[in-house]
């Protein structure tokens, strides 16, 4: 099930998930699907989802337990994604 939480964030919950491993081949698959710039007439937009992810009970017994992991994953990967972008100008 996929929820719009507000602006350009979003929440998806799987059901019976066995282990992290099957989460981040998830994250995988999603970030894998914005590789290529998405083009709208003239203009080629590239987009760099920051995902993050939290699982039950592991990462808490309640909501906002496991969405503040999830929260504090979105924040370290969204970190990782402007490192490499600043890598990547300073290559140029």
């Given amino acids: 099930v996929v929820f719009r939480i507000g602006g350009?964030?979003?929440l998806i919950v799987l059901p019976n998930i066995s282990s992290p491993k099957v989460i981040k081949e998830?994250?995988?698959r999603i970030e894998d699907s914005f590789?290529?710039?998405?083009?709208?007439g003239q203009y080629s937009i590239k987009i760099t989802p920051a995902i993050g992810y939290g699982m039950y009970p592991e990462d808490g017994i309640d909501?906002?337990?496991?969405?503040r992991a999830a929260d504090e994953r979105m924040y370290t990967n969204k970190k990782e994604h402007k490192e490499e972008a600043r890598k990547g100008q300073s290559d140029v």
């Fill in 26 to 28: 998830f994250v995988k």
């Fill in 63 to 67: 909501v906002d337990s496991v969405t």
């Fill in 8 to 10: 350009d964030e979003f």
């Fill in 35 to 40: 590789d290529n710039a998405f083009t709208f």
